[in-house]
């Protein structure tokens, strides 16, 4: 079992995206130790799938770089990843927490030669790329992962290929018999910032997502637009992967519906016109029309707005497409509704159709843990009555990327506070 000393002048971040490593750094530069822990392999979240930031168009790993820096130069911050908050006990100022992690097979006299994964044969779902391709059993999750240390799936493990990545390993990195374990920790305060999931596209049935394959969501189209997505970052058709000549993007999939989710997600508006914008650098032939209710573009990023609408082979067309569906000859989609302006019913064929869907706060839930505040759709609220536990960026609101780092920064500063109190 792990040791890892804290006391309650510690503090506890759950998720290590852009806010958690935020929070995480803000409060270990003010001099606090921090534990952080993250489920996935590697730390930076959501963004690290994302090709390029809205709106300078810059890659998300610039300053995800930066962050990993502050936190490899600063001893007072320990992270975890595979590992997730198994129980919680205790009130402001001190909390026992029980940490599960998972097994990783693989140690940290990893050196990624990629040899174990030379050998493996078998494959599986690459779920990077939200499955678009596939990737050996014996992985490294994707190529700027932090830590950057290859994986293995337990399918592999017990079969021959987990023994022929043993017998590849000339590091003695690969342990088969690594075993799920806990660790303990007492902490005064706790961030909770565990981001959001897409919302699940198959369930907004009528657009046909999971039945037709040239109907994607936009965090899948952020993955095709990337160098090192399952592409290369050709934007292509998924059914034939022909090039795509007209391609819709379908607003509000899913969200401000009480069906579905009630609320906006404030930012795939901004998405699909970054979006437009990949795919007119890739494929400056493609022609995009953008299907909205209404344009929410984030306060100053208005700009933004109006510099897509200057793309003549960009069109807005006000609609709520109520329908899509697939000519089975050619992959092609149909996509009807009304527009909104004119009233005219709407008929319009496409190559492919990206879902604009919205973003699920991961809810706090966890076992014997004190109760969280959280709105009706379960965004953390940070309620005075209920302190110790905070929430930072996406868990509170669905947001960009420069508003999540703003809000953990005052998680942090709320956790800290909280341990001066008591
Ligand atoms: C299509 C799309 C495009 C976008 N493009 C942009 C853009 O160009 N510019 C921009 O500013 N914003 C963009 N955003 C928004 C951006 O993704 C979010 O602002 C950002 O991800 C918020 O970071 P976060 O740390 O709050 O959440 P996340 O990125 O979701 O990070 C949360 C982390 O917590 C981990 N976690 C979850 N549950 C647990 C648990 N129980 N235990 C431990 N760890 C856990 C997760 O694995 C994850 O690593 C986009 C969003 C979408 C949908
Ligand atoms: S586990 Fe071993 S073989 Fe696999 S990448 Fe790491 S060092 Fe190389
Ligand atoms: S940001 Fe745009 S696409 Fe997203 S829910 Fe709001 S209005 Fe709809």
């Given at each position: 079992m792990a040791e890892v000393q804290t006391t309650n002048q510690s503090i506890l971040v759950v998720g290590g995206g852009m806010s958690g490593i935020t929070s995480a750094l803000e409060a270990a530069e003010a001099g606090y130790d921090v534990v952080l822990v993250e489920k996935n392999p590697y730390l930076g979240g959501r963004v690290t799938q994302l090709y390029q930031y809205f709106p300078?168009?810059?890659?998300?790993n610039c300053g995800l770089e930066i962050n990993f820096r502050r936190m490899r130069q600063n001893p007072k911050v320990r992270f975890f990843t595979m590992a997730e908050v198994a129980n919680i006990s205790g009130s402001e100022g001190n909390y026992d927490v029980s940490i599960k992690l998972l097994p990783r097979y693989v140690n940290d006299k990893c050196t990624c030669c990629g040899k174990c994964s030379d050998v493996c044969e078998a494959e599986i779902d690459n779920p990077f790329n939200f499955g678009m391709d596939k990737i050996k059993g014996a992985y490294l999750p994707h190529e700027f992962a932090f830590p950057m240390r290859y994986v293995m799936d337990p399918s592999i493990v017990e079969t021959e290929d987990g023994k022929k990545c043993l017998e590849a390993c000339e590091y003695d990195a690969v342990e088969l018999d690594m075993a799920e374990t806990t660790f303990d920790l007492n902490v005064g305060a706790i961030v909770w910032a565990a981001g959001w999931d897409p919302y699940e596209a198959e369930k907004i049935d009528y657009y046909g997502f999971g039945e037709y394959k040239n109907v994607i969501t936009n965090m899948m189209m952020e993955r095709m637009a990337s160098p090192n997505g399952p592409t290369g970052g050709k934007i292509l058709r998924p059914s034939d992967g022909k090039e795509v000549k007209n391609i819709a993007f379908v607003q509000c999939a899913g969200s401000r519906d009480e069906n579905h989710l009630p609320y906006c997600s404030g930012v795939c508006c901004l998405a699909s016109m970054k979006q437009a914008i990949y795919v007119r650098e890739a494929h400056p032939d493609c022609a995009i029309s953008i299907f909205f209710i209404d344009i929410r573009a984030l306060d100053r990023l208005e700009d933004f707005y109006t510099k897509v609408q200057e793309d003549e082979k960009i069109e807005f067309i006000k609609s709520k497409i109520a329908n899509i569906s697939e000519d089975e000859a050619t992959g092609s989609l149909l996509l009807e509704g009304e527009n909104t302006r004119t009233g005219e019913q709407l008929r319009m064929t496409f190559d492919m159709a990206v879902l604009a869907t919205g973003m699920v706060p991961n809810k706090f839930d966890i076992d014997g843990a004190p109760e969280v505040a959280a709105d009706e759709y379960g965004f953390v609220v940070n309620d005075p009555e209920k302190a110790g536990i905070y929430g930072a960026g996406c868990v509170r609101r669905p947001t960009d990327v420069a508003s999540s780092v703003q809000d953990a920064t005052s998680s942090a500063l709320k956790a800290i506070q909280s341990i001066a109190r008591r």
């Open positions: 300078k168009l810059c890659p998300p």
